[in-house]
Nanobody, 124 residues
Framework: QVQLVESGGGLVQPGGSLRLSCAAS????????MGWYRQAPGKQRELVAT???????NIADSVRGRFTISRDNAKNTVYLQMNSLKPEDTAVYYC??????????????????WGQGTQVTVSS
């Protein structure tokens, strides 16, 4: 009933830029926090950036100054602008959201909705 669909991943050279998008769809009542996580091969999933419904961002130290997170509440979409990309940014990037949705007349909440992931590869 609710989906998070990421887009915008791909192959980019070091120093390049990519913009990831994640759109939530379905019987959505409201969305609180949204964010991006990433998982590189052989490593644990880690926080990249989150943003509150009011637009306040929280950026991981490893990407601060290079990555920017934003959201469009009218479109239920969160974005991750990634600049000055490095090979160590290579990972699968996952969208996450705290969503209230309607189901059979009830309002339910799932604090950890995940997207399917999008691959980002930084390589020359």
């Amino acid at each position: 009933q609710v989906q998070l669909v990421e887009s915008g991943g791909g192959l980019v050279q070091p120093g390049g830029s990519l913009r990831l998008s994640c759109a939530a769809s379905g019987s959505i009542f409201s969305i609180s926090g949204m964010g991006w996580y990433r998982q590189a091969p052989g490593k644990q999933r880690e926080l990249v950036a989150t943003v509150t419904s009011g637009g306040r961002p929280n950026i991981a130290d490893s990407v601060r100054g290079r990555f920017t997170i934003s959201r469009d509440n009218a479109k239920n979409t969160v974005y991750l602008q990634m600049n000055s990309l490095k090979p160590e940014d290579t990972a699968v990037y996952y969208c996450n959201a705290d969503i209230k949705y309607s189901s059979n007349g009830y309002i339910l909440r799932t604090p950890d909705f995940w997207g399917q992931g999008t691959q980002v590869t930084v390589s020359s």
